[in-house]
């Protein structure tokens, strides 16, 4: 019985948390990939495995698509259980401070991730996880969030813990490349692994125009490629995502002003992450650049209440977008209630947004070939 109360209190405690922001719209990759994420096992066990199956089942039902395993979520669920049990708390903000969207981009998810907990000495299995988590509003509504495509899945038990076990789940609105499990050590890699290198276009040559085309070789002892471009070294506001085992990789969107682009190819190893460096002239183009503007809000009207199920956005096409991407946040500039890419779509569909009083923000961001550009706006709150 103390089992079980403690078990409530702490599932009480745990809250839903939402989608983080994508990295590549606003520059906010880490520095390097794998930081503060050392994971010595990320395999599935029956019980881990048993749950996916048991999601998945629930989510079809309702509707929803499937979810596949990332392995950077399952390492960043992976680190968190064993944070939670060997540090002895129970929070969503982890030992070092990090909230979970920092914590799965530090594991080298490539944005954001919401997060499920759940913790007592009785709660081993996956459905006792997953019916306390169907049993909660919060956790319920990640289970089922639609726009999810990915997940991370663990569990670990200390005896000297509090509670025992630790069931950690990670959901991601992003399809990695990856599907399951992959080294997460940080011990210093094996003299026969080479990092992949970009054999085309040449480092230092000049871009043949908005347009490239990326390939590289496949080095020895890699089991994922991520690739970067941006304005700066180790920059991604051109381009960043994972590019699986795949060797080339056609970019669009990039400047022909003549400004130099940087490259970073990563390479994943059991072992960890490791990259290369390389750097291009922009081509130059005489002629004209086309006219661009910012989207502009149409509905809802600003100051008004956001609905909660089925809030309906739409937006002007501006003269030269090429993307628009949508944030709801409670702070300026916040993505916590929702952030997702719309394409070149003028309008989207919110299933369900949480209630929140207070001042609601919406930013509106609009790509072009010019770069990111956003317009921001202000609700009374979701209702």
Not at 65 to 92: E, Q
Not at 261 to 285: C, E, H, I, K, M
Request: proline share 3%.
């Amino acid at each position: 019985m103390n089992d079980l109360r403690r078990f409530a209190g702490a599932l009480t405690a745990a809250l839903a948390v939402a989608i983080g922001a994508t990295a590549a719209i606003i520059d906010q990759a880490p520095a390097a990939a794998l930081t503060n994420c050392t994971v010595a096992d990320l395999s599935m066990d029956g019980e881990e495995t048993a749950f996916l199956g048991l999601i998945n089942q629930y989510r079809v039902q309702n509707g929803f698509g499937a979810l596949g395993v990332s392995t950077n979520l399952n390492r960043a669920a992976s680190w968190k259980a064993v944070d939670l049990a060997t540090k002895n708390y129970f929070s969503h903000t982890d030992s070092l401070g990090r909230a979970p969207a920092q914590l799965a981009v530090d594991c080298g998810y490539p944005t954001g991730a919401g997060e499920n907990l759940a913790a007592g000495t009785v709660r081993d299995t996956a459905q006792e996880a997953f019916d306390a988590w169907k049993a909660s509003a919060g956790h319920n509504a990640n289970m089922l969030t639609s726009y999810y495509q990915q997940i991370g899945i663990a569990r670990y038990y200390g005896s000297s813990s509090t509670y025992g076990w630790y069931w950690v789940t990670e959901f991601g609105a992003t399809n990695d490349g990856t599907s399951g499990t992959g080294g997460g050590t940080s011990t210093p890699p094996p003299v026969t692994i080479a990092k992949a290198a970009i054999t085309s276009p040449i480092n230092g040559a000049t871009l043949p125009g908005a347009s490239a085309t990326f390939s590289w070789s496949a080095g020895s002892g890699g089991v994922e490629y991520f690739l970067y471009a941006g304005s700066s070294v180790g920059a991604n506001n051109y381009y960043g995502a994972s590019q699986g085992t795949a060797l080339s990789r056609t970019l669009a969107g990039l400047p022909t002003n003549g400004s130099t682009v940087y490259v970073r190819l990563w390479t994943r190893f059991s072992t960890g992450w490791q990259y290369n460096d390389y750097s291009y002239r922009a081509a130059t183009t005489t002629t004209p650049p086309a006219t661009s503007s910012k989207a502009s809000l149409l509905s809802p009207v600003p100051g008004s209440f956001l609905a909660r199920v089925n809030s309906t956005f739409t937006w002007t096409q501006a003269t030269g977008g090429l993307e628009y991407f949508l944030y709801v946040g409670t702070a300026q500039g916040a993505n916590n209630l929702y952030g997702r890419s719309q394409g070149t779509n003028t309008a989207v569909t919110i299933s369900q947004l949480v209630a929140t009083s207070g001042t609601t923000w919406v930013r509106l961001w609009t790509r072009t070939s010019a770069g990111w550009a956003f317009s921001d706006y202000s609700f009374a709150g979701v209702r």
